[in-house]
């Protein structure tokens, strides 16, 4: 835990060459390995292309002020910005914010666990592609969005489509010999999400899923009279 009793930001991993050149060319191989070896593999080609369905659904439930928490490239800042709404990008990685920027969309080089701007006053918060899994710490992330989110603001994130609770220490793989250092991942399906949300004081009014993709909306739970 830093000074100010959050978790640690990301580390610098998501800054080294492999993830960098991935987002350059638009294209992989780029994996995420474990310490046994595991590979879970990136959709680069996916993040770096225009939203598809499963995105649509997604930014036609955000509402007001929307931020994107490790935006990637960018191409749901750059949507939300053509649709009219004021949406921020965050991301450690120059090279996201960069190409956030190429497409239109405003971005800031930052952990979620740094300082941001606004914060208490986001309306709609994003985490997606995975992003849940953000300093291993699922429960710790959705405490640090209540920080961040304004009255009646809700949380969109996506998990997996498949029954999993796990932290483990993986490295950014390029498939060619390149590993990135080592950092802490979470990855949870919609039970285990749902789990951590009421523990960190969210509560979770909606679910859906698009061509294999899996999202739960989260708004902050009642507080007792």
Aim: charge should be neutral.
């Amino acid at each position: 835990m830093t000074a100010l009793g959050r978790a640690p930001a990301e580390p610098t991993a998501w800054r080294a060459d492999p993830y960098a050149d991935a987002l350059r060319t638009g294209r992989g191989p780029l994996y995420l390995r474990r310490t046994d070896g595991w590979l879970l593999p990136l959709e680069v080609e996916r993040w770096c292309a225009a939203p598809d369905a499963a995105d649509l659904s997604v930014l036609g439930r955000c509402r007001g002020a929307v931020l994107d928490i490790g935006c990637g490239p960018g191409r749901l800042v750059a949507a939300l910005a053509a649709r009219g709404h004021r949406a921020l990008g965050i991301d450690v990685s120059p090279e996201a914010v960069a190409h956030t920027g190429r497409l239109g969309g405003l971005a800031l080089c930052r952990s979620v666990f740094e300082p941001l701007p606004g914060e208490g006053r986001w309306d709609t918060t994003l985490l997606m592609d995975g992003n849940i899994g953000i300093g291993g710490d699922p429960a710790a992330l959705l405490r640090r969005l209540d920080e961040l989110t304004g009255p009646g603001a809700a949380v969109i994130a996506e998990c997996l489509a498949v029954d999993v609770d796990d932290t483990c220490e993986v490295r950014l793989d390029d498939g060619r010999g390149r590993l990135g250092a080592p950092f802490p991942w979470a990855r949870v399906g919609a039970r285990a999400l749902r789990r951590h949300a009421g523990a960190a004081g969210w509560a979770c009014p909606g679910q859906w899923s698009v061509a294999g993709r899996v999202f739960v909306a989260l708004t902050r739970a009642p507080q007792p009279a």
